[in-house]
T-cell receptor, first 115, second 114 residues
Framework: AQSVTQLDSQVPVFEEAPVELRCNYS??????LFWYVQYPNQGLQLLLK??????LVKGINGFEAEFNKSQTSFHLRKPSVHISDTAEYFC?????????????FGKGTKLTVNP | NAGVTQTPKFQVLKTGQSMTLQCAQD?????MYWYRQDPGMGLRLIYY???????DKGEVPNGYNVSRLNKREFSLRLESAAPSQTSVYFC?????????????FGSGTRLTVV
């Protein structure tokens, strides 16, 4: 069964510092992986996705993630964060059941960027 | 603006009351989903509809029912609300191959059951 584990529930960093949000997945088949961001009191929006091809995926707002099959990881990185990046970040994996695709989400990582 | 619209945005219910959460999308998407979000639990799938006329249970369906009224609308009903159903509810939609295109989420309904 496909699932994801986000290794940190909270990550505090200072502005302009680099950040890495960690995500490990478990799946016995090929996977599609995603990162979503949720700003306070809003819905989720797609940051980036890995479907196939290059293992380094670039997304919006300067974020990128690297798919590592041997380590079953899909960590999210940004070289220099801004106050506005404060949000909750969710890793997700696609799951096919009954012929339809669904997303299974991790429990989330709250990123707090401090001045 | 195109997207997923959820109503209401906030609701307080007494234990045992019923209510329906409404969701509509104007992107001509085939698939629609209802998730609940609880602190430290991430998003958990309640029900989904792969296409108009079909619905299926997700991870946490107990206490809920859904209706795919047409291609645009997918409602979630609580027949007898319980405090354990206090949560933020999100509706989402996607093309049939949702993994390729990603989901579009609504802004959520914050439900409190007292």
């Amino acid at each position: 069964a496909q699932s994801v584990t986000q290794l940190d529930s909270q990550v505090p960093v200072f502005e302009e510092a680099p950040v890495e949000l960690r995500c490990n997945y478990s799946s016995s088949v090929s996977v599609y992986l995603f990162w979503y961001v949720q700003y306070p009191n809003q819905g989720l929006q797609l940051l980036l996705k890995y479907l196939s091809g290059s293992t380094l995926v670039k997304g919006i707002n300067g974020f990128e993630a690297e798919f590592n099959k041997s380590q079953t990881s899909f960590h999210l990185r940004k070289p220099s964060v801004h106050i506005s990046d404060t949000a909750e970040y969710f890793c997700a994996v696609s799951k096919t059941q009954g012929g339809s695709e669904k997303l299974v989400f991790g429990k989330g990582t709250k990123l707090t960027v401090n001045p | 603006n195109a997207g997923v619209t959820q109503t209401p945005k906030f609701q307080v219910l007494k234990t045992g009351q019923s209510m329906t959460l409404q969701c509509a999308q104007d992107m001509n998407h085939n698939s629609m989903y209802w998730y609940r979000q609880d602190p430290g639990m991430g998003l958990r799938l309640i029900y989904y509809s792969a296409s108009e006329g079909t619905t299926d249970k997700g991870e946490v369906p107990n206490g809920y029912n859904v209706s795919r009224l047409n291609k645009r609308e997918f409602s979630l009903r609580l027949e007898s609300a319980a405090p354990s159903q206090t949560s933020v509810y999100f509706c989402a939609s996607s093309e049939s191959q949702g993994a390729l295109y990603g989901y579009t989420f609504g802004s959520g309904t914050r439900l409190t059951v007292v």
